[in-house]
C-alpha cells in the first residue's frame, strides 16, 4: 500500500506531534445547570501513535472523540490537526479536509442499507471526488477479508463483517489519522480480537495515527498511550 504523506507539525509543538488538542471544552445547558461533558482538555498525539481513550459510560469520552475529529462542535478550545485548526476553517475547506484526511469509524456501523458493500466503502472517494484505485481497494478489502462480501447489502452481512465495511470505508482514502468510537461494542470477543489485529495492520501499511475510545481493557493493553476520562477530565497519558 501507499503512503501518504505526513502531517505537519501544529504550531510550537513537537515536530511528531500530529494531534492536539487545547483547553477543549464541551457544555450543555439544561436551563441553569450547566453541564461539562468534556472539561478543558489538553493532549497531544505522535505521529503513528495508538492512543486509547478509556473510560466509564457518560464520562465524556465519545463527546470528546467526535470533537477531535471534528464531528462535533466544542463550546471552546482548539483542535489542530497537523498544524491545521480544524474549527477555523470554513465549511468547504474543513469537508474536504476531513474527508481525504480523516477516518471515522462507529460503533454503530452507519452503513447506507440500500448501498451494496462495496458501494459503501467507496462513498467517501465519490464525496471527494477522488478516483477510484482498484488495486488499493482490492489489497484493502483483502487485508480486511470481506473482499467474497462486496455485492451484499449489509443486512446479508454479519456484524463483524458489516464494521469491517464500515473500517475499509473509513480506510478507502488513506487518512492520514483514524478515529474510532467503541468499535468493538457490537461485536462477540473473537471478531472483536480480529477487527483490532487487522486496523493494526492497516495502520502499520498505512503508517498512520490511530485514536480509539474503548471499554476494554484489553484492547487499551494494546496501545502506546491510554489516557482515562472521568466526568469529563481527562488523566494519563
Same mark, same amino acid.
Given at each position: ?12 509543538? +513537537? ?35 495508538? @492512543? ?14 467526535? $470533537? ?25 475547506? =474543513? ?8 477516518? =471515522?469509524? =462507529? ?9 451494496? %458493500?462495496?458501494?459503501?466503502?467507496? $462513498? ?9 484505485? *482498484? ?11 470481506? +473482499? ?5 447489502? *449489509? ?9 469491517? @465495511? ?12 483514524? =478515529? ?23 495502520? %502499520? ?6 485514536? $480509539? ?9 494494546? %496501545?502506546?498511550? @491510554? ?11
Amino acid at each position: 500500500m501507499k503512503k501518504k504523506r505526513a502531517f505537519s507539525p501544529p504550531p510550537g509543538l +513537537d515536530p511528531d506531534c500530529v494531534l492536539a488538542a487545547r483547553a477543549l471544552t464541551k457544555t450543555y445547558f439544561q436551563g441553569d445547570l450547566h453541564i461539562k461533558a468534556v472539561n478543558d482538555v489538553y493532549l497531544n498525539v505522535k505521529r503513528g501513535e495508538f @492512543v486509547s481513550i478509556v473510560g466509564s459510560s457518560g464520562s465524556g469520552k465519545s463527546t470528546l472523540l467526535h $470533537m477531535l475529529a471534528g464531528l462535533d462542535q466544542p463550546t471552546s478550545g482548539r483542535v489542530y490537526l497537523g498544524g491545521e485548526d480544524i474549527f477555523e476553517m470554513d465549511d468547504g475547506a =474543513f469537508s474536504e479536509f476531513r474527508c481525504k484526511r480523516i477516518g =471515522f469509524i =462507529f460503533q454503530s456501523f452507519n452503513l447506507l442499507p440500500v448501498l451494496t %458493500a462495496k458501494e459503501n466503502i467507496l $462513498m467517501p472517494q465519490k464525496i471527494a471526488g477522488g478516483t477510484h484505485f *482498484p488495486h488499493y481497494f482490492r489489497e484493502l478489502t483483502e487485508l480486511l477479508k470481506i +473482499d467474497d462480501r462486496l455485492n451484499h447489502l *449489509p443486512s446479508e452481512l454479519s456484524g463483524g463483517q458489516q464494521q469491517r @465495511v464500515a473500517a475499509a470505508r473509513a480506510l478507502i482514502n488513506k487518512p492520514d489519522i483514524l =478515529f474510532a468510537d467503541e468499535p468493538t461494542g457490537n461485536l462477540d470477543a473473537a471478531s472483536a480480537k480480529e477487527l483490532i489485529d487487522l486496523l493494526l495492520a492497516t495502520r %502499520a501499511e498505512l503508517s498512520q495515527t490511530l485514536v $480509539m475510545v474503548t471499554h476494554d481493557p484489553a484492547i487499551a493493553a494494546r %496501545a502506546d498511550r @491510554v489516557y482515562t476520562m472521568t466526568n469529563g477530565v481527562i488523566s494519563g497519558g
